[in-house]
């Protein structure tokens, strides 16, 4: 038998996913990192519901600290972003957006 003749009149009824597991101690790890004053960030592509739950189960983002979420459509320059990130203070969780570093990148660029 052929793979054409068994995968023919077939319908989809389901689709399942499946999340990579984390290592152990990752999130002991990381708030070691926290608790030395190592600066730890989560850089992804995943929408932010993903990004969140990553963050939380692995122990970069806390729900004892309040979270700032930062979008190009919120910060469209270099000093708008580098007031809003200074000036929220250090007890917070950053959710910044991959175009919103972009403008960072952009500066950085400029000034070499």
């Known amino acids: 038998?052929?793979?054409?003749e068994i995968e023919s009149e077939m319908r989809l009824i389901g689709v399942v996913g499946e999340a990579d597991k984390m290592q152990e101690d990752v999130h002991?790890?990381?708030?070691?990192f926290i608790a030395a004053g190592i600066k730890v960030w989560i850089v992804?592509?995943?929408?932010?519901?993903?990004?969140?739950?990553?963050?939380?189960?692995?122990?970069?983002?806390?729900?004892?600290?309040?979270?700032?979420?930062?979008?190009?459509?919120?910060?469209n320059d270099k000093d708008?972003?580098?007031?809003?990130?200074?000036?929220?203070?250090?007890?917070k969780d950053f959710m910044i957006s991959?175009?919103?570093i972009?403008?960072?990148?952009d500066s950085v660029k400029q000034m070499t």
């Open 28 to 32: 002991k790890c990381t708030q070691e």
């Open 102 to 105: 972009q403008v960072l990148i």
């Open 98 to 100: 991959g175009t919103a």
């Open 80 to 91: 708008a972003l580098m007031d809003k990130i200074i000036g929220s203070g250090t007890d």
């Open 44 to 75: 992804t592509g995943d929408k932010d519901s993903t990004a969140k739950a990553v963050g939380f189960s692995c122990g970069i983002l806390s729900r004892e600290r309040s979270m700032i979420k930062i979008d190009y459509n919120q910060v």
């Open 1 to 4: 038998m052929t793979e054409t």
